[in-house]
């Protein structure tokens, strides 16, 4: 069982950028899937979670409108769409996943996380 997060680096403000995270070894169907990020100094915070099997989402409200998850069923693959990214986006990056849904997400797999870094 393995998440592989991908495609960080640096974003200039109002750009976008998109991050991958690669499941293997399992079926996403069965889990909701989520972003987090840890900024510098700053505790992990879930920013955007899905689960299609049992309907539950989040939106921390610090993205809601600019970045949004996406999924290749066929490639067991998720995605996290940055669009207008601001400097404060600055941060590690995390894909997780998790058999639970969104409301109470512990996290039963973790990618190894990828930097993203917002800077003109």
């Known amino acids: 069982v393995q998440l592989q997060a991908s495609g960080g680096g640096t974003a200039q403000p109002g750009g976008s950028l998109r991050l991958s995270c690669a499941a293997s070894?399992?079926?996403?169907?069965?889990?909701?899937i989520a972003w987090f990020r840890q900024a510098p100094g700053k505790e992990r915070e879930k920013i955007l979670c899905?689960?299609?099997?049992?309907?539950?989402?989040y939106s921390a409200d610090s993205v809601k409108g600019r970045f949004f998850i996406s999924r290749d069923n066929a490639k067991n693959t998720w995605f996290l769409q940055m669009n207008r990214p601001k400097p404060e986006d600055t941060a590690i990056y995390y894909c997780?996943?998790?058999?639970?849904?969104?409301?109470?997400?512990?996290?039963?797999?973790w990618g190894q996380g990828t930097l993203v870094t917002v800077s003109s």
């Open positions: 997780a996943v998790d058999a639970g849904g969104c409301r109470n997400f512990w996290g039963d797999y």
């Open positions: 899905v689960s299609e099997r049992d309907g539950s989402t």
């Open positions: 070894g399992f079926s996403l169907d069965y889990y909701a």
